[in-house]
């Protein structure tokens, strides 16, 4: 999850680069697109209810932390995209979900999702809700069980190849 996740981060970065400096070249895919797959790669394949309650409790970085506060984050908002992500789940591997497209065919302005049944159910996201949730996953994805930690005290010697340096005076560890 967290190598997948680094990568599809590392993909985003480099098409929206490429959007703003196409180098004379058109480019083949879009900020929309590369949103809206990675969007879905992530319900379809991975525990993000798991993965969301477990970064609950991390120390992300006062920006993510921030974000993180934000509706479509909460586990109890019934409007939210994280209360909602088994309806998504079962949207997907029942094929209704729709990529929203703008009149020009192309350009990406949101994502539905609907079930039927007893209860329907609909849930659109607007490209700017869904950019922010693809970013904030995107930041604090990595950290799931890698929690941001202050570093551990060093062991003797002070190298971390487990090989002493002959060269310097040892010195008491610092508190």
Same mark, same amino acid.
């Given at each position: 999850m967290r190598f997948t996740t680094l990568a599809l981060q590392r993909n985003l970065q480099h098409v929206r680069w490429r959007e703003k400096n196409p180098l004379g070249m058109s480019n083949e895919a879009s900020i929309g697109l590369q949103l809206t797959a990675t969007f879905l790669l992530w319900?379809?394949?991975s525990p993000l209810e798991q993965v969301m309650t477990d970064l609950d409790s991390d120390p992300l970085s006062p920006k993510l932390r921030r974000l993180w506060t934000a509706p479509d984050f909460q586990a109890d908002d019934p409007e939210g995209l994280r209360f909602n992500l088994p309806r998504w789940r079962t949207a997907i591997a029942q094929g209704t979900v729709e990529v929203v497209l703008?009149?020009?065919g192309w350009t990406? %302005? /949101?994502l539905r999702a609907w079930l039927g049944g007893e209860r329907p159910w609909v849930m659109t996201l607007d490209r700017e809700r869904l950019d922010a949730? %693809?970013?904030v996953l995107a930041g604090a994805l990595p950290f799931w069980r890698f929690p941001v930690t202050r570093p551990g005290a060093r062991s003797e /010697?002070?190298?971390r190849s487990g090989k002493g340096r002959t060269d310097r005076t040892e010195r008491p560890d610092e508190p």
């Open positions: 319900i379809a394949t703008a009149g020009d990406v %302005v /949101g949730f %693809v970013d /010697g002070g190298s």
